[in-house]
Structures are given as structure tokens and as C-alpha cells.
């Protein structure tokens, strides 16, 4: 079986950080499985982990009084999943499912943070690599709340 | 009151002048989604190929008694004795055409515009790209790539649809998709709980597919702050700007290039267009007046 290590390695999450913080970061992170529509989290959990996905999807949706759940995103194999365990009060904005069988690593959130604050260069590092995916995703919701495809300029008249 | 049938070839006598419309009869009317039909128009085509179009050009569809606008053709250019056209009803005049039956006449003038550039992706990894309805313009070069497979290098088609209800085509989405050596990803702005495919902008499909940025040619299409995002992307992952093709739109009412309706800087979209290359209108992307 692949140590936690090992398997952080094969993640983009990882590429190029430093040999000596991956060692560090893995200490705060397990391997986990999540099967067909099983809950990674649920909305107002406590924010306790941050994912990487390894394999699968999963979606992250909201709950509307009488429509059901809708998702609004789905992340994939080499994302990352949860943001809401970086900022107090460290509570789930949101539910997230697998959409699919899917293989995930997860870090205790508590555990990273002390990390992140003890050292700040890991914080750094961490933060160089939470950050992009987090502005590529308010740039999605940006473009859903201005529900874009609704534009019929293609038929002018 | 729409025409008949009958009185379409009297109409079609005169109908070389650019600005005069053919009136041709609906031979079929498909629904697409709640409030978007597909037209196939018979064109009175004997085989010859006079009425055939290029992949990326329009028609201004007359509804009879309400008025003209454009539409894209979005059926197969092979075949030239009908014609596709899909609209979504927005205002009186797709509202009127997405109401025509089978028999009834609409008035056509074109086609008019610039084409998606087919010869010049010989060779080269080839994505379309679509957003809403602005799939109906791309699809007649799906139809051109999967006739002509082995003159292409890797292709995709990436689509973003508001929602599941909203996906265009979507039964033949599905016959893509199991075509071999062809890559259809679907993204939706939001799904229910049965969809199981992306959710999120259709840029975020970039990295699902398979292409050589260095060698690949886009072809764009869907409302302008879609078209500006994707470009930008494309760019970002190594597609070079001059091949990165976009269909625009804007008010277009004589087709010609006469009435300046459509001016966009120094180029009519009727004429000059609808489809540029990004690198020529990129700048001009960025005029807010425009």
C-alpha cells in the first residue's frame, strides 16, 4: 500500500513544494474513500478538514426549500475540495457529495493550520496553492450569478 | 397571419436581389428546449449546390407581417436541398418564427458573413467551444469534423448550458459522445441531482480534454463575456491568440454592410463577419461603447 507521502506526491496540489513541508503537511493528512452520494460534508458541519481529490467528483451543492439540492460547482481528480476550514468560525458553507467513487486525502484542519502558523513559510507555500483555485472559483460564481447563457444578443432584435 | 406554401415560388422569382426574400416553406420543426425550435427550410435546391452555406454563416429570417432578424444556420452544409436554423424565443420576431408549423413560409435573405476557418484546421487539434444557444452556430462545424475526422487532429467540443433543461441538441450530444476520437464535455451553470457531468464555466473544461495548445485552432461561440473569458483562457493555456477564431454578434439588420446597425469599429459584423480572429478584435473587445 502507498504511504499518505507517497500519494500526496502524485497530487498537482503538491507539485514543486519542498520536500521537507510535504513531509511536515502529511502528518496532518489520512487517506479516505467516499462512495456514491455519500457526504464528504454537509452545510453548518464544522469545518474540520480540507480535501485533495486523488480519483472521482464531487459536487457541491445547496439545499433550496422546495426544488431540492443544487449543485453549483463539481470539482475533480487533482482539485481541491473546502475552503471554509481557513477562516472562522471554520463551519461548511455548503454540502459536498460524491458524485462518484472517489479517493480523497484529508487533512486535519486544526493540525494545518498550527503548521501554517507556526512556520509561515509553509503557510506561504500553502497559501500560494489554496489561492488560485479559490479565485478560479469566485470567477465561476461571477459568471453563474450573471447567468451568462441567458444572453440573447445571438439573436438580435 | 404567416404565408402559405403556395405562394412561395411566385415570391422566389425575384429573389436575387440581396435585400429581396426567398420565402421558402417549413419542412420540419423540432423543439430543442422549452423555448428554442429548430427550423429545416427546404431551399429548392436541385443538387447543384447553389444554396449550400459555409459553416459559421446567417440568415435574416423574415416572420411574415412581424419582421426580420438574423439567425445562424446550424444544420449539416452537406446537405444543401434543406436548411437548419435554430431559434430561441426572446422577442416578437423568434417568438414568431419559433411558431411556425410545418408548411408555413418564412422569408430568407443569405446567406451572409464571414465562416468558421475549416480548410485552415487541416491539421491542426481543433476546439469548439460553445456557450447557450451560440452551439447552434458551431454545430455545422461538428458536422464538417466528424465527416472529415482523419484531416483534423485531436477534437473537442467543450459546451456550457445554463442548466439540463437548457442543453441544445442534446440526444445528439449524446451520439458524439460515443464517437470515437472525439471529446464532448458538457458543463451546466447549475444541475440538478441526477445530472452527474461538470458543473462550473465552461473555461474550467479546458483541462479535461486532450490538445496541444502550440497546435490547436479554437472556434468560439456564445454571449461576448463568455467569448472574452475563453479567449483569455486559451491564451493562458498556449493556444496563440491568432488562432483562436470568435463568432460575434450585434444589431444586424440589412446583412449588407449598408445601414451600419452592426458597425463595430471598423468593421461591419454583417460583412466582416460574424466570425473574426480574436487577435483582430481583441482590442476592440475592450471599447465599452462598442
Avoid at chain 1, 77 to 104: H, K, M, Q
Avoid at chain 2, 117 to 129: K, Y
Avoid at chain 2, 168 to 179: E, F, H, I, P, S
Avoid at chain 2, 211 to 233: H, K, N, Q, W, Y
Amino acid at each position: 500500500m502507498k504511504g499518505i507521502e507517497e500519494l500526496l506526491r502524485q497530487h498537482p496540489f503538491v507539485q514543486g513544494l519542498e520536500d521537507d513541508i510535504v513531509r511536515m503537511i502529511a502528518g496532518c493528512a489520512k487517506n479516505v474513500v467516499f462512495q456514491v452520494n455519500q457526504y464528504v460534508f454537509r452545510e453548518a458541519d464544522a469545518a474540520d478538514n480540507f480535501y485533495i481529490i486523488r480519483h472521482g467528483t464531487v459536487a457541491l451543492e445547496m439545499f433550496v426549500p422546495g426544488r431540492g439540492p443544487f449543485t453549483f460547482l463539481t470539482v475533480k481528480s487533482g482539485e481541491i475540495l473546502g475552503a471554509d476550514w481557513l477562516v472562522p468560525p471554520y463551519r461548511c458553507s455548503f454540502d459536498a457529495r460524491a458524485v462518484e467513487l472517489t479517493r480523497a486525502i484529508a487533512f486535519d484542519a486544526t493540525c494545518l493550520r498550527d503548521k501554517c502558523e507556526t512556520d509561515h513559510h509553509i503557510g506561504y507555500e500553502m497559501m500560494k496553492r489554496f489561492i488560485p483555485p479559490l479565485v478560479r472559483q469566485l470567477q465561476t460564481a461571477r459568471f453563474q450569478s450573471l447567468e451568462i447563457y441567458d444572453d440573447d444578443k445571438l439573436q438580435s432584435e | 397571419m404567416m404565408m402559405t406554401s403556395s405562394r412561395a415560388s411566385d415570391a422566389n422569382t425575384a429573389a436575387l436581389d440581396p435585400m429581396t426574400p426567398r420565402f421558402l416553406p417549413v419542412t420540419r420543426r423540432i423543439r430543442e428546449t422549452a423555448d428554442t425550435v429548430s427550423l429545416e427550410i427546404a431551399t429548392g435546391d436541385s443538387g447543384d449546390g447553389a444554396s449550400g452555406f459555409r459553416p459559421g454563416q446567417f440568415n435574416m429570417l423574415y416572420a411574415y407581417g412581424v419582421g426580420e432578424i438574423p439567425v445562424s444556420i446550424s444544420g449539416d452544409p452537406a446537405v444543401t436541398d434543406r436548411m437548419v436554423h435554430t431559434v430561441r424565443s426572446v422577442g416578437p420576431v423568434s417568438e414568431a418564427l419559433a411558431k411556425l408549423k410545418r408548411g408555413d413560409v418564412v422569408g430568407v435573405r443569405g446567406p451572409f458573413g464571414s465562416s468558421w476557418p475549416l480548410a485552415e484546421a487541416a491539421g491542426f487539434d481543433v476546439l469548439v467551444i460553445a456557450g447557450g444557444i451560440g452551439l447552434a452556430p458551431v454545430r455545422p462545424v461538428l458536422y464538417h469534423l466528424l465527416k472529415r475526422r482523419a484531416a483534423y487532429g485531436r477534437t473537442a467540443l467543450l459546451y456550457g448550458a445554463r442548466s439540463q433543461q437548457d442543453i441544445l441538441y442534446d440526444k445528439q450530444l449524446d451520439v458524439w459522445r460515443r464517437t470515437p476520437d472525439f471529446q464532448v464535455r458538457v458543463t451546466l451553470n447549475h444541475a440538478e441531482r441526477e445530472w452527474t457531468g461538470d458543473v462550473g464555466h465552461v473555461t474550467g473544461l479546458l483541462g479535461k480534454v486532450r490538445f496541444d495548445p502550440a497546435d490547436t485552432i479554437a472556434m468560439v461561440c456564445g454571449p461576448e463575456v463568455m467569448l472574452r473569458s475563453t479567449a483569455l483562457a486559451l491564451m493562458d493555456s498556449g493556444v496563440p491568440a491568432e488562432r483562436i477564431f470568435i463568432s460575434m454578434e450585434r444589431n444586424m439588420k440589412c446583412a449588407t454592410g449598408f445601414c451600419g446597425h452592426c458597425q463595430f469599429g471598423p468593421y461591419f459584423i454583417c460583412k466582416d463577419g460574424a466570425v473574426f480572429r480574436y487577435d483582430h478584435v481583441r482590442d476592440l473587445l475592450t471599447i465599452r461603447e462598442l
